[in-house]
């Protein structure tokens, strides 16, 4: 069966600073994210992958090109309504949890969630995420890993059709980064759409496909196909060749 097209740059440029000082961070990216896919953007420091998931999310314009999301051009609407597409479809963690050290773990995902008082659907999301026990923890009780797991609760509670991720496993030690990307691969296997930015091979060996980009351009792609831990060897052999 065809995967879905749901969300695409077209010639996406992105410059930083004042005319005729610019620092181009995009130079004219294309690239097509169907439903269901597990991708991962790799690249080195300052190839600009942050800069292509804030495009790509909404969180910030671009200077040349278009993101079409389901056949919208999502620059072209209304603030509100760009604003709507961040909070109703898309989910974000970044390197930092970004938790509230004054709430509770369930309060920091209903804060952010609108869910004031629908505690079940939160701890039924927490109990599939492993950390049910953590409820009414406040971040200092927590661990790197279960701190990130509160970031991706908070950021699948709205049921998004794409999570992005920016360098999640950055702060977190290798157990813990292990832990979170078996997570995502069991997200990814019951459909949830994820684009994942990383530098990490150990977390982009996961996904389906990975897209390397340097000096603001997507230079290779590499489609791996679902992953299998018998085939992980070869699949990091690929990555390798690819980004070297």
Same mark, same amino acid.
């Given at each position: ?13 992105? +410059? ?5 000082? @610019? ?7 294309? !690239?097509? &994210?169907? #439903?269901? $896919? ?74 952010? +969630? ?5 505690? @079940? ?7 599939? !995420?492993? &950390?049910? #026990?953590? $409820? ?94 018998? #085939? ?13």
């Amino acid at each position: 069966m065809e995967k879905r097209l749901i969300l695409s740059a077209v010639n996406v440029a992105k +410059s930083f600073g004042k005319k005729g000082q @610019e620092v181009r961070a995009l130079c004219g990216i294309d !690239l097509n &994210i169907y #439903e269901g $896919e597990f991708i991962s953007i790799m690249g080195p420091s300052g190839a600009g992958k942050s800069t292509l998931m804030s495009v790509l999310s909404g969180l910030d314009g671009v200077t040349q090109g278009e993101v079409i999301y389901e056949g919208k051009s999502i620059y072209s609407l209304k603030d509100e309504e760009i604003a709507g597409y961040r909070g109703r479809d898309i989910g974000i963690v970044f390197q930092k949890d970004n938790l509230i050290e004054e709430l509770t773990v369930i309060d920091n995902i209903m804060i952010s +969630s609108g869910l004031y008082g629908n505690n @079940e659907k939160i701890i039924k999301l927490l109990e599939v !995420l492993g &950390i049910k #026990e953590k $409820e009414k923890a406040f971040p200092r009780q927590l661990s790197g890993g279960q701190a990130q797991k509160v970031a991706i609760a908070r950021a699948l509670i709205n049921k998004p059709k794409i999570l992005f991720l920016d360098e999640p496993t950055g702060n977190l030690d290798r157990q813990s980064g292990e832990d979170l990307m078996e997570l995502l691969l069991r997200l990814s296997e019951k459909g949830q759409t994820i684009v994942l930015i990383t530098h990490d091979m150990e977390a982009a060996v996961k996904s389906s496909k990975i897209y390397f980009q340097q000096d603001g351009v997507i230079k290779k792609e590499l489609c791996l196909g679902k992953y299998t831990a018998e #085939e992980e060897a070869e699949r990091k052999s690929r990555i390798f060749e690819m980004i070297n």
